[in-house]
C-alpha cells in the first residue's frame, strides 16, 4: 500500500467527517451544501454526520495522530470550507496530510497494514519533506481573516502587530510560526510584512510559551492594541483576562507576565493578558485561543468598540 493510498483509505474520510459535522454544528450549513464544499455524495454527507466523532477521534489517535492537532487542523478547514474557498480547502487538507508522512506520524500505522514495509524505510521523509506545513498555513490563514475585516486596522498597535501558532508540546520560541516581520496598519488596511515561519516572532511566541505553562491547549495568539473597552468587550464575552504590568524595561515584559500569571487564580484559565506596559513600552492586550484563528476571531470583537 502506497502513503497515499494509506492517507486515502484511512486518514481523509475521518477528517471529513469531522469536518461535516463542524459544518452543520458551528456554521449551519447544509447536507447538500457540504457536499460540494467537500467534493463528496450527499449520501456519503449523511453517513459522516451520523459517526461517533468520539470514536474517530481515538481511531485518528491510533494511528498515530495527535487529537489537538487534529481539532486544529479541523477547525481551520472548517472555516475555509464554511466560506466556500474550495481551493484553500484543498490546499490546506493537503498540506497536512503531506505533513503527516513526511513528518514520519503514520509510519507505524502504515507497517501494521503493510507489513512488507521495512523499519528503515524513509520514502516519506524523504520525497515530501518540502511541502508546506500546516502552521504555517494556519498563521496565513487568521491573516487573511483578519485583514479582511474592514475595521482590524484600529486593532494595531504602533509597534505592530503578530500572529502566531505552535505545534502541541512546542516549548521554544523556534517551535512557533510567526510573520518574520510585523503585521502593520497601513491606512486603514492591515499589511503583513515578511511571511509565516518558525521563529518568525520571538516576543509573541515567548508569550504564548508563558500562558501554555498554565493552558496547554492554547496554540495561537494575536497582539492587538491595549484599550479599557476592549478588556470589557473579551470579559463580557466570557474570557478571563488577567492585567499584567507596568514594567521597568522591554526586556522585563515576558517574565513580568509571567510572574503576574503565576500569582493569579485567574491564570489557569487565562484567555487573555492585557499588559499596560511601561515607561517607553507600549500597553498590548494579548489575546490566546486554541488555534490563531480563535485568536484573530476573539481580537475583533473588539474591533467594534474603538
Same mark, same amino acid.
Given at each position: 500500500? #502506497?502513503?497515499?493510498? !494509506?492517507?486515502?483509505?484511512?486518514?481523509?474520510?475521518? !477528517?471529513r467527517?469531522?469536518v461535516?459535522?463542524?459544518?452543520?454544528?458551528?456554521?449551519? $450549513?447544509?447536507?447538500?451544501?457540504?457536499?460540494?464544499?467537500?467534493?463528496? @455524495?450527499?449520501?456519503? $454527507?449523511?453517513?459522516?454526520?451520523?459517526?461517533?466523532?468520539?470514536?474517530?477521534?481515538?481511531?485518528?489517535?491510533?494511528?498515530? #495522530?495527535? /487529537?489537538?492537532?487534529? &481539532?486544529?487542523?479541523?477547525?481551520? #478547514?472548517?472555516?475555509?470550507?464554511?466560506?466556500? %474557498?474550495?481551493?484553500?480547502?484543498?490546499?490546506? =487538507? @493537503?498540506?497536512?496530510?503531506?505533513?503527516?508522512?513526511?513528518?514520519?506520524?503514520?509510519? +507505524?500505522?502504515?507497517? %501494521?497494514? *503493510?507489513?512488507?514495509?521495512?523499519? &528503515?524505510?524513509?520514502?516519506?521523509?524523504?520525497?515530501? +519533506?518540502?511541502y508546506p506545513? @500546516?502552521?504555517v498555513?494556519? /498563521?496565513?490563514?487568521?491573516?487573511?481573516?483578519?485583514?479582511?475585516?474592514?475595521?482590524? *486596522?484600529?486593532?494595531?498597535?504602533?509597534?505592530?502587530?503578530?500572529? /502566531?501558532?505552535?505545534?502541541?508540546?512546542? +516549548?521554544?520560541?523556534?517551535?512557533?510560526?510567526?510573520?518574520?516581520?510585523?503585521?502593520?496598519?497601513?491606512?486603514?488596511?492591515?499589511?503583513? $510584512?515578511?511571511?509565516?515561519?518558525y521563529?518568525?516572532?520571538?516576543? !509573541?511566541?515567548?508569550?504564548?510559551?508563558?500562558?501554555?505553562? =498554565?493552558?496547554?491547549?492554547?496554540?495561537?495568539?494575536?497582539?492587538? +492594541?491595549? =484599550?479599557? &473597552?476592549?478588556?470589557? $468587550?473579551?470579559?463580557?464575552?466570557? #474570557?478571563?483576562?488577567? /492585567?499584567?504590568?507596568?514594567?521597568?524595561?522591554?526586556?522585563?515584559?515576558?517574565?513580568?507576565?509571567?510572574?503576574?500569571?503565576?500569582?493569579?487564580?485567574? %491564570?489557569?484559565?487565562?484567555?487573555?493578558?492585557?499588559?499596560?506596559g511601561?515607561?517607553?513600552?507600549?500597553?498590548?492586550? *494579548?489575546?490566546?485561543? %486554541?488555534?490563531?484563528? &480563535?485568536?484573530?476571531?476573539?481580537?475583533?470583537?473588539?474591533?467594534?468598540? @474603538?
Amino acid at each position: 500500500m #502506497l502513503p497515499y493510498e !494509506l492517507v486515502s483509505r484511512y486518514v481523509a474520510p475521518r !477528517l471529513r467527517a469531522l469536518v461535516a459535522v463542524r459544518l452543520v454544528r458551528d456554521y449551519g $450549513v447544509s447536507q447538500v451544501r457540504i457536499s460540494r464544499l467537500l467534493g463528496v @455524495t450527499q449520501p456519503m $454527507v449523511s453517513k459522516y454526520l451520523t459517526e461517533d466523532t468520539g470514536r474517530v477521534m481515538e481511531e485518528l489517535r491510533g494511528m498515530g #495522530l495527535d /487529537v489537538g492537532e487534529v &481539532e486544529n487542523v479541523v477547525s481551520i #478547514l472548517s472555516e475555509v470550507a464554511s466560506r466556500g %474557498s474550495t481551493e484553500d480547502y484543498t490546499r490546506i =487538507f @493537503t498540506a497536512y496530510l503531506n505533513s503527516l508522512l513526511s513528518r514520519g506520524t503514520l509510519c +507505524r500505522f502504515h507497517r %501494521s497494514v *503493510y507489513p512488507g514495509l521495512g523499519p &528503515e524505510c524513509s520514502v516519506c521523509r524523504t520525497l515530501l +519533506r518540502a511541502y508546506p506545513d @500546516t502552521y504555517v498555513e494556519e /498563521v496565513s490563514e487568521a491573516f487573511r481573516v483578519l485583514s479582511e475585516d474592514p475595521l482590524a *486596522y484600529r486593532l494595531i498597535p504602533e509597534v505592530g502587530s503578530n500572529i /502566531v501558532s505552535c505545534r502541541p508540546g512546542a +516549548r521554544s520560541t523556534l517551535e512557533v510560526v510567526g510573520f518574520s516581520g510585523r503585521v502593520v496598519r497601513v491606512g486603514e488596511r492591515v499589511v503583513a $510584512v515578511g511571511e509565516p515561519t518558525y521563529g518568525g516572532s520571538r516576543h !509573541l511566541a515567548s508569550v504564548l510559551l508563558v500562558a501554555r505553562r =498554565f493552558r496547554s491547549d492554547l496554540r495561537g495568539a494575536v497582539a492587538i +492594541r491595549y =484599550f479599557r &473597552e476592549c478588556v470589557e $468587550v473579551l470579559r463580557g464575552a466570557g #474570557l478571563r483576562v488577567v /492585567v499584567t504590568g507596568p514594567h521597568g524595561s522591554r526586556d522585563e515584559v515576558v517574565e513580568g507576565i509571567a510572574r503576574q500569571l503565576e500569582a493569579s487564580p485567574e %491564570s489557569r484559565v487565562v484567555d487573555a493578558v492585557a499588559d499596560v506596559g511601561g515607561s517607553g513600552i507600549e500597553p498590548v492586550i *494579548y489575546v490566546f485561543g %486554541s488555534t490563531a484563528l &480563535e485568536a484573530v476571531r476573539r481580537a475583533l470583537l473588539c474591533a467594534r468598540v @474603538t
